[in-house]
């Protein structure tokens, strides 16, 4: 249950829609459900805006289904990340409705198509390579209620290409910069716009990248203004942060 179904269920209540037994059932399990092997956070949408994300690495197909159920039951929604490929196809079996992304390894129900959504947040990454980490951003900030885009392979290596991308970058209330290599690409964009860039160090570079440590130390140490850091292929994390900054600036469309 969401803030907006606790605030509909008490509402129900107060006009007598809806008896008060009946609501201390549908409000039994909350805000914690205990599945045994785990305790989900039923009442972190109330808390944060967002139910609760899934880890899926490390997680049984049979564990991923069990959590599954339980939160598109609550929330009508669903966010899986780091899904292997036996998790996924455990969970498209046991909801139909579920969107299985095999390159950003995510499951998702409920997820608003790139063009709806609040605000703009926009999604860039330096290369083709890096393409796994900046869908990881692109999806979370869509279910995450962002409408989202995605800029791909726009790295330092040819300035030209982020340049002709200069419009679309300064219609957005967040950037998402994903970058493996030396890590470059960040700075140079937070340079050109007014806007909070949250940047990503992806593991893709040679030797000496040291599997992303290169980039996230020249993140780190950017020039620019403005530039934020999330942990290396961290695109998860970065695509809910600029969500959440994209919530704050865009207009809602109601109270």
């Not at 606790?6 to 509402?11: G, K, P, S, V, Y």
């Not at 129900?12 to 008060?20: F, H, L, R």
């Not at 679309?168 to 716009?193: D, K, N, Q, T, Y």
Request: hydrophobic share 45%; proline share 5%; with cysteine.
């Amino acid at each position: 249950m969401d803030r907006d179904g606790l605030r509909a269920l008490l509402d129900a209540v107060q006009a007598g829609q809806v008896d008060p037994q009946e609501a201390e059932r549908r409000l039994a399990a909350w805000p914690s459900h205990d599945l045994g092997h785990s305790q989900l956070d039923l009442h972190r949408s109330v808390r944060c805006g967002h139910p609760e994300v899934v880890y899926g690495a490390g997680k049984t197909p049979e564990q991923l289904v069990d959590i599954a159920r339980a939160l598109v039951a609550a929330h009508g929604r669903l966010l899986v990340t780091r899904t292997t490929d036996e998790g996924a196809a455990a969970l498209t079996a046991a909801l139909p409705q579920c969107e299985w992304h095999p390159r950003a390894r995510i499951v998702a129900v409920g997820m608003a198509a790139p063009d709806e959504g609040l605000g703009q947040v926009t999604v860039v990454c330096a290369g083709t390579s890096d393409l796994a980490v900046a869908e990881e951003a692109w999806l979370t900030a869509r279910s995450m209620g962002a409408r989202a885009s995605l800029i791909s392979d726009v790295g330092v290596a040819g300035l030209h290409r982020v340049l002709g991308k200069l419009p679309e970058l300064r219609e957005a209330h967040a950037i998402v910069v994903v970058a493996g290599m030396e890590g470059a690409l960040p700075s140079v964009v937070g340079g050109l716009v007014d806007r909070p860039v949250i940047a990503v160090p992806t593991s893709v570079g040679y030797g000496a990248a040291f599997g992303g440590l290169a980039a996230l130390l020249g993140m780190l140490n950017s020039c620019a203004s403005g530039v934020t850091v999330v942990n290396i292929d961290n695109g998860f994390g970065a695509g809910y942060a600029a969500a959440q900054i994209n919530r704050l600036a865009a207009p809602h469309p109601g109270p």
